[in-house]
């Protein structure tokens, strides 16, 4: 049987596991379709796909993009891309910058609210200079001792209406769906479970996202709760997507769920890779 998990991230993006360690570490975990998906960024591909093919497991190029829709961050994934097309480089290239300045800004923030030297913290955590991200300065906040966990640090520092939350407008819908189809690839909405929208607003997403040419929406992730797989899979198949699944793994003993512990797909969706081998 297909183990497939096809979200994850490596220290290319806000990961701690370089993407061959990433692949081991799925590997190990039983699974034998993997993507690498890290945010904005497609750099680590070629390391995850070169270490998949040595461990024997079916490797799917793939980027999570962020978007803001209707004034919230939003994550698109692309699975079965072309990492080196062109407009999907420029275009990732594009949604990074201003980064650097939003984490200085952070930081700032977050030294007036008694947590000094954050963004030099945060930096001894970063593996892409490009890539600096509120995970980054979590992973710092605890190290201090102020939290016990990642959630606790965004719950109190790194939320929006908390003293560390930076709004920062990344791409739009249409860009991030735009460049994924143009290098070949599938778009997917990823955890949409996670977002806080009304089943109105929710609706207009999904229905903007198919007039786009999205195809999928993740149904079993490590941002969902058990209760929100059946859900989910049922939203898939009212609006005809395909479905996917994905740990979100970012690092071992950190991620809500591990690449191990993921459930399978429900029997009632399609999944996205249905046609793939």
Known sequence: MLKVDLHCHSNISDGVLAPAAVAAYAHKAGVNVWALTDHDEVSGIAAARAAAVDLGMRFVAGVEISITWAGQTV????????????GLVQGLQQT???????????????????LPGAYEGAL???????????????????????????????????????????????????EAVGWIQGAGGLAVIAHPGRYRFSDTAQGVLFDEFKQLGGVAIEVVTGSHSPDQYGEYARLANDYGFLASRGSDFHAPGESRVDFAQLPPLPASVTPIWHDWF
């Open 124 to 174: 001894k955590f970063v593996g892409n200079p490009d890539l600096m991200s509120r995970t980054h300065f979590a992973r710092y906040i605890m190290e201090t001792g102020k939290c016990a966990n990642i959630p606790e640090v965004f719950k109190k520092y790194l939320s929006e209406g908390k003293p560390g939350y930076v709004a920062h407008r990344w791409a739009t819908l249409a």
């Open 75 to 86: 994550h698109i994934v692309g699975l079965q891309i072309d990492e080196n097309h062109p």
């Open 96 to 114: 990074r910058s201003g980064r650097d300045a939003r984490g200085r800004e952070i930081a700032r923030q977050l030294d007036l609210a008694g």
